[in-house]
């Protein structure tokens, strides 16, 4: 699970933050013991959990790489997490040198690693935006500096969305992210579930809850209606390990091994 918000500019060391325990799932450096305890505690719940997050990262290089090869110029990634190579746009420069990324997390840690996401190539651009999803309006503001949106943007909302509670409407967050993108642009979402094991998921929920953090798996139907009034890309809304696994074979992205509990899918707007 990467970040959906906390708010101001000073590291709180005190408790848990969900983007760096994601790091942590992820191999990273950028945690602290608060985190580690944490994130510890979900891996006792669901040992599978760093395979979770390999498998959330892998679907979001592929899923990147998917638009960019369809002709997507721009990104905006919200909910970026501390940066992990290759970052989303080494995936998209490596297809189109000239695709320009904003990317938008409200973790202070993330900011301080900002430096790391803005290495372009010479004939695209990347910017940094610290700001909250639950504030869609700020965000596309900002990164209206950096993005012509007069021209198809893709929007990620990856492993971020279970992080927003039903009282903060995500479905609302999503419709005003979405409704200044012009037509042909993109949704890529994911999400973990419940779905094949509510009892260890509610657990894993309380764990984030305890630390501060709002988390929330949903069902399939749930997830799925956060594409209301988009054109699904197929296969659809499916497990990430079914969603393109040819396109990392295809660049060497490994095996993803098992199925994960994490739903995903990409939508183009009409």
Known sequence: MTDAGTSGGQID??????????????????????????A??????????????LTNRLFMHRASRLLAERGVR???DIGTGIPTEPNLHQIVQGVAPEARVVYA????????HAQALLH?????KTA????????????IAAARETLDFSRPIALSLVALLHLVADEDEPARIVRELLEPLPSGSYLTLSHATGDFDPETWERVVEVYRKGGTAAQVRTRDEFSAFFTGLELVEP???LAARWHPEL???HGGGDEGEEMPLYVGVARKP
Do not use: C, W
């Open 13 to 38: 060391t005190g408790k848990p933050h969900s983007a760096r325990m994601y790091d942590y799932y992820l191999g990273g450096k950028d945690n602290y013991p608060v985190d580690a305890e944490a």
């Open 40 to 53: 510890e505690q979900v891996i006792s719940l669901f040992p599978a959990t760093r395979e979770l997050a």
């Open 74 to 76: 721009q990104f905006l």
């Open 105 to 112: 997390d409200n973790d202070p840690i993330v900011l301080r």
């Open 120 to 124: 372009s190539t010479r004939e695209g």
């Open 128 to 139: 940094y935006v610290h700001g909250d999803v639950r504030e869609p309006g700020k965000i």
């Open 236 to 238: 659809g809304v499916v």
């Open 248 to 250: 990392g074979e295809q």
